[in-house]
């Protein structure tokens, strides 16, 4: 009877954590994207700029500005199918709520 290596007994969390501590940077940076909802706004931001992605007071600042500007709405109508009902209010509430919210989160 041939014998059971260790490998063959490993649990996938044991080879994850093996992955992990192999390239913990990697990871690092992988986790940051993934699993944060600003994460890919961020490095995006960070990428596209050379800066450091807006700070929640900066983005709700410009967000304000926005909201109250006709030309941003209607760049947003001449954006969207006529066909695609659009609410900017109920659009700008969902963004300060959902993701503006986190944008503070773990800066790096």
């Known amino acids: 009877m041939p014998g059971i290596t260790t490998n063959q007994l490993k649990s996938p ?19 940051q994207i993934t699993e944060h909802q600003c994460g890919v706004f961020k490095e995006y931001i960070s990428f596209a700029t050379g800066n450091r992605p807006p700070s929640k007071k900066e983005f709700l600042m410009n967000m304000e500005e926005k909201e109250i500007d006709p030309d941003f709405a209607g760049d947003m109508e001449a954006l969207l199918r006529q066909e695609i ?13 959902e993701l503006i919210e986190n944008l503070d989160a773990k800066q790096r």
């Open 85 to 97: 009902e659009y609410n900017q209010g109920t659009a700008f509430e969902w963004l300060k709520n």
């Open 13 to 31: 969390i044991e080879n994850n954590r093996d992955r992990v501590l192999a390239n913990p940077d990697y990871y690092r940076t992988r986790q």
